[in-house]
């Protein structure tokens, strides 16, 4: 396997973690909102075990997870595939608790509905293309911009990911490139430049 191919796999398990994390980390607001609105402590106190329980991944350490799933990850050992799902699944675990932790900790848009609603009446008075990259600045600067920088984060972290893919042997196939550089530096390969 080249290097080319380990990182063209780790970058699209990336993507596909995070992207799968967006969702539920934009439901989760409303949805812990909507709760027993008659039931005010009660709910916020589930609340706040939901969100605890959504950022327990950043507290535990990768190689604790990695050795918890160790086993598992043996037993699958015929099945890349398998292996692969369950190397996801841990990222989108992890990808779910930074964006979490992301609009927990980002303030919230500047950007009002009025702003939006304003470019969007003077529509007529741009020219199509710009007023899309206005729409999309506009967005981008106001009620996109923290899960965009959630979704970034925990791209850039499962694309770094080194232990658990070291100890869930995601070396066999598909593999992270994090594995296969120190794998290949471990075995006196030349490196690619």
């Known amino acids: ?31 812990l909102s909507s709760i027993g609105s008659d039931r005010q402590r009660r709910s916020k106190g ?17 190689l604790l997870v990695g050795f918890t799933y160790r086993l598992t990850s043996a037993r699958l050992v015929h099945s890349s595939a398998a292996t692969e799902l369950l190397y996801l699944f841990l990222l989108t675990l992890k990808s779910l608790a930074l ?9 919230d848009s500047t950007v009002s509905r009025e702003s939006l609603h304003s470019l969007r009446l003077l529509r007529p008075r741009f020219a199509r293309g710009e007023y899309m990259v206005n729409l999309v600045r506009l967005l981008a600067t106001g009620p996109w911009r923290t899960p965009l920088i959630g979704w970034m984060i925990s791209v850039l972290f499962s694309f770094q990911e080194f232990e658990t893919a070291a100890l869930v042997q995601v070396n ?22």
């Not at 589930?46 to 990768?62: Q, R, Y």
């Not at 066999?172 to 290949?184: E, N, Q, S």
């Open 172 to 193: 066999r196939h598909p593999i992270a490139w994090t594995v296969w550089l120190f794998d290949a530096h471990a075995a006196g390969e030349t490196l690619p430049r």
């Open 1 to 31: 396997m080249t290097m080319s191919t380990a990182l063209a796999w780790s970058v699209g398990r990336a993507l596909v973690a995070a992207t799968a994390a967006l969702p539920i980390a934009l439901m989760l607001p409303v949805a």
């Open 99 to 107: 964006q979490v932790a992301a609009r927990l900790i980002l303030p």
């Open 46 to 62: 589930f609340s706040l075990l939901v969100t605890v329980g959504l950022l327990l991944p950043l507290i535990v350490p990768d």
